[in-house]
């Protein structure tokens, strides 16, 4: 029979104890768990609920426990029901009747918080630390391969010639954005539940401030009920989750629109790639399309989230033991894709020659033409107007920007003199967009720098 057993005759009946068991999802937070309990022997010893010869037994149970878990020696069964039970359970057959107090001032709602915020800390920071990594292997690449001119696109289609360092610099700074939301949701979790028992708090004088400073949050959170009730640091976290998938995401189809035959600038590097079972000539893109595709399931653990907590009256329901299901697959799923880009990122090489035709044919220049004459004080609008002008005599004449000649160019415009033809070069139209966070050289070299001594300063994760 369950530890709770005691206003029960039968107890519920094995398709119960299969149905509402969570080990399966919550085993894994065993080390929060004991962690929890540790804290929670400080507040009970602090408060002389129990004696220095207990604290120290219930310390040296929960060692134990630790230890068998860490070794598999104790394998807790479903009749368990969850890992603060398991833990509890095992530790009293170890001690005996003095880990029957543990339990005193506290409830599973208060340790279930409590062992979720550890838990989310540990992997918020390991996310953040992924997001650094993740930030150096783009720059790596802008390093590397940066200064190849590539075609910009707006609409899936080719706008104007810009160097590839500025794309990938453009990967890069939502994800040092996404470093900062996991700093944020990491301060707003820096508040500790233990202590607030089931929702009322306790009639026993503990200091719950103590468990607080052990335990490493800031202060013990301020409402009881709030404390077992709110779920919307798991929500933050899977926010901050699903907006890095959709990061990663639209990095991933780049990987495979650009490791694609048509565009054929990206080769990934092969320990990233798989075969075709049936065409023997594949490498294709997989890890990259598995990271698009499982954003869509980091946004289904986030609606899952929303979802449970909509309408549920304060302040625990059993529905909620459904959140850490979807908070660690969020979790879990986001760490692995972020390592998984950078990854690929490390062992890709652009051979961006690809582009070569891509950027002289086309009219990618012709914004070239226009700013061109701006420079002799046309005002843009007239000046744009002439470019296309420019443009349609090309089209006219079944070709690109490459059939003008400057006595063309003068007839169509005035202002235009012999040396506009040299402003039709793609790194020259790529180095003079100099203004800040254009594509230029020198303008990517300060987010260069930003980037790296940022991520540079990230703390390892633990
Ligand atoms: N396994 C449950 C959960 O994870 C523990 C909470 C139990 N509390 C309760 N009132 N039944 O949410």
Excluded at 198 to 220: E, K, N, Y
Excluded at 427 to 452: F, I
Aim: one cysteine or more; proline letters at 4%; hydrophobic letters at 45%.
């Amino acid at each position: 029979m369950p530890l709770w057993d005691g206003r029960f005759d039968e107890g519920p009946g094995s398709d119960m104890v299969a149905f509402s068991q969570s080990l399966d999802v919550d085993l894994r937070m065993w080390r929060e768990d004991v962690q929890g309990s540790r804290a929670h022997v400080a507040v009970l010893r602090e408060a002389a609920l129990i004696t220095d010869a207990e604290a120290t037994t219930l310390l040296e149970g929960l060692d134990r426990v630790a230890q068998e878990l860490s070794e598999g020696t104790f394998l807790p069964g479903p009749e368990l029901e969850d890992v603060h039970m398991a833990v509890e359970t095992r530790l009293t057959e170890i001690v005996g009747d003095v880990g029957k107090k543990l339990h005193t001032a506290r409830s599973r709602n208060d340790q279930v918080a409590t062992d979720v915020r550890l838990w989310l800390r540990t992997r918020l920071g390991r996310l953040r630390a992924g997001l650094a990594q993740l930030v150096q292997a783009l720059l790596e690449r802008v390093e590397a391969e940066g200064q190849a001119v590539i075609p910009g696109f707006t609409h899936l289609q080719r706008g104007q010639p810009i160097l590839l360092g500025h794309h990938l610099l453009a990967h890069a700074w939502p994800l040092q954005r996404d470093a900062s939301r996991v700093d944020d949701a990491l301060a707003r979790l820096d508040a500790c539940p233990l202590g607030a028992g089931a929702m009322a708090g306790t009639p026993h004088p503990i200091d719950r401030g103590v468990a607080a400073r052990q335990l490493g949050f800031s202060a013990p959170v301020p409402n009881a009920m709030d404390a077992v009730a709110a779920r919307d640091h798991l929500i933050e976290a899977a926010s901050v989750c699903a907006i890095v998938m959709s990061h990663l995401s639209r990095q991933a189809e780049e990987m495979v629109l650009w490791s694609s035959s048509e565009f054929g600038v990206l080769r990934m590097g092969e320990a990233y790639t798989t075969g075709s079972s049936i065409m023997p000539q594949k490498r294709n893109p997989d890890a990259a399309e598995l990271v698009r595709g499982k954003a869509g399931r980091v946004f289904g653990d986030l609606m899952a989230l929303l979802t449970m907590v909509k309408g549920l009256p304060l302040a625990y329901n059993r529905d909620l033991q459904e959140d850490r299901q979807a908070l660690f697959d969020a979790v879990d799923t986001t760490v692995a894709c972020v390592r998984i880009c950078s990854g690929i990122w490390h062992t890709s090489r652009f051979e961006a020659e690809g582009y070569e035709a891509a950027l002289q044919g086309d009219f990618l220049l012709a914004t070239e033409l226009a700013d061109y004459l701006v420079r002799k004080d046309v005002p843009f609008r007239d000046a744009h107007h002439a470019a296309g002008r420019a443009v349609a005599w090309c089209e006219a004449r079944g070709g690109d920007l490459s059939l003008l000649t400057a006595d063309a160019l003068m007839q169509i415009h005035a202002a235009f003199d012999a040396d506009a033809l040299t402003w039709l070069d793609p790194r020259g139209a790529a180095e003079r967009r100099a203004s800040l966070g254009g594509t230029a050289s020198a303008a990517m070299a300060p987010q260069v720098q930003s980037l790296s001594t940022w991520a540079e300063a990230v703390p390892e994760a633990s």
